[in-house]
């Protein structure tokens, strides 16, 4: 499998640490830079919004895929490459996956982690064979990460359902990762 698009999820608001823009634009910078597309929430707020529009800024492609009752908060459909309207959340989340060839979580919340336990639960029951990365900006994902290898210890989840998730501190890092990804190795 070659990854040639990338699902991002993240937050719809900037968070409380400058660290969190600055890399979401970085992000944003290197996936258009390695000609990936950018498959996103379709939010112009927060980290979603800086992301796609350093995508765009860069040269980069951005699918943005909204549901209708958040179409007030989208971003303008002439600022990205196309603009998908959706009826629902639901329905959002299956084209994101769908069109993704894999996933990188950046900071975000209870909407981010929606996004990421479905990707999880969806892989152990074999929906998908695509890699997710956590881009623990921070420390951010420290303590998500120590409670799956809980789930995982406590009998809650086999170890091969924890194979397609690894956490990353950098993002050349995560995208190496997603780069040599290779399904066949992973089962």
Known sequence: MTVQSIAVFMGA????????TEIAKQLGQTIAQRKLTLVYGGGRDGLMGATALSVMANGGEVLGITPDNLAEDAISP????????????????????FYADAFIVLPGGFGTLEELAQVLS??????????????????????LWVWLKEMETSGFVGSHDLEHVQLFNDITDTLDYLDNFNTSSAK
């Open 13 to 20: 608001q900037f968070g409380n640490d400058p660290k969190y």
């Open 78 to 97: 002439d600022q990205v490459t196309k603009l998908i309207e959706v009826e629902n959340m639901s329905e959002r989340k299956d084209l994101m996956m």
């Open 122 to 143: 969806w892989a152990k029951i074999g929906l998908h064979d695509k890699p997710l990365t956590l881009l623990n900006v921070n420390g951010f994902y420290d303590n």
